[in-house]
């Protein structure tokens, strides 16, 4: 009663253990961006079926998905290749109550682990995803780290959706993020331009968790030092110390990043 969608781009090395968490569903669908590595070789393997498109953009590309793949059931999972269905999330999805209309989506906690194994459980900003929906009540907005918006009432279903952002490397996670920060700021100057407003109130207490992130990034953006303050907030605030090491690397990590940001939007503010 259950489809799963699983987005890759060269993921041979993290693709198995991924279809492996999901050996129990019959409808396994794998949204290639064009491989040149094993990665259809293990998805047809496995039995999954294939589609392929290239990528431009990160909403674009999932719309396209949900909208143009032939799901067997209403009801899907969206997965990344470096993601892993636990047993518990399992046993949440194999007693769902299909025959509950009241919600289109539901937000599964996920939790991120660092290189070396640890839980950042305190350093992880954004620990609720809305990853099982119906296709058809589902869009997302934003370049890159997109905003999932529903076309419904959501609802929480629990067990975790385990994340292994590091399982290639602190070099691919740099690399990556390098690529992220280029859409983050083409984000930014798409904001500026339209003249996009933010709500401090709908960031800080609207109940609706992606309302909520939207605007938080949105006001985000604005702040001065932001490469600083994301440290603070997430080292102090989040208290991202109690991961040990690797909370703080982690935090310094996304600092980082940030900074890529900043340097990346001032560059294309000046072309």
């Known amino acids: 009663m259950i489809s799963v969608l699983i987005l890759t781009k060269n993921e041979e090395q993290d693709l198995p253990d991924c279809l492996k968490s999901v050996s129990w569903c019959d409808d396994i ?29 990160w909403s674009a590309h999932q719309n396209w998905g949900l909208s143009n793949i032939p799901f067997k059931y209403p009801w899907v999972l969206y997965i990344d290749a470096d993601e892993r269905v636990s047993e518990s999330l399992y046993e949440s999805l194999k007693n769902f109550n299909f025959d509950d209309d009241k919600a289109v989506a539901y937000e599964i906690q996920r939790r991120d682990f660092s290189w070396d194994g640890t839980w950042l459980k305190h350093a992880q900003i954004s620990p609720y995803y809305l990853r099982f929906f119906k296709p058809n009540k589902m869009r ?54 339209k003249g ?22 949105g006001i985000f953006y604005k702040i001065p030092g932001r490469p600083i303050v994301k440290w603070l907030y997430m080292v102090v605030w989040r208290r991202a110390f109690l991961d ?28």
């Open 29 to 57: 669908h794998v949204f290639d961006s064009f491989s040149d590595d094993r990665t259809a070789e293990i998805a047809t393997a496995a039995g999954a079926t294939i589609t392929k498109r290239k990528f431009d953009n």
């Open 140 to 193: 997302y907005e934003r370049l890159v780290n997109p905003i999932s918006i529903p076309d419904g009432p959501i609802g929480k279903i629990t067990g975790y959706l385990d994340h292994y952002p590091f399982s290639k490397g602190i070099k691919y996670w740099i690399s990556r993020h390098l690529s992220y920060a280029d859409m983050e700021a083409a984000t930014r100057l798409e904001d500026m331009g």
């Open 196 to 217: 996009s407003k933010f709500s401090l109130s709908k960031a800080l207490f609207s109940k609706d968790f992606t309302e909520r992130r939207y605007n938080q990034k």
């Open 244 to 271: 040990g090491k690797a909370g703080v690397t982690y935090a310094t990590l996304q600092a980082i990043y940030e900074y890529f940001i900043v340097l990346r939007t001032k560059e294309l503010l000046k072309k």
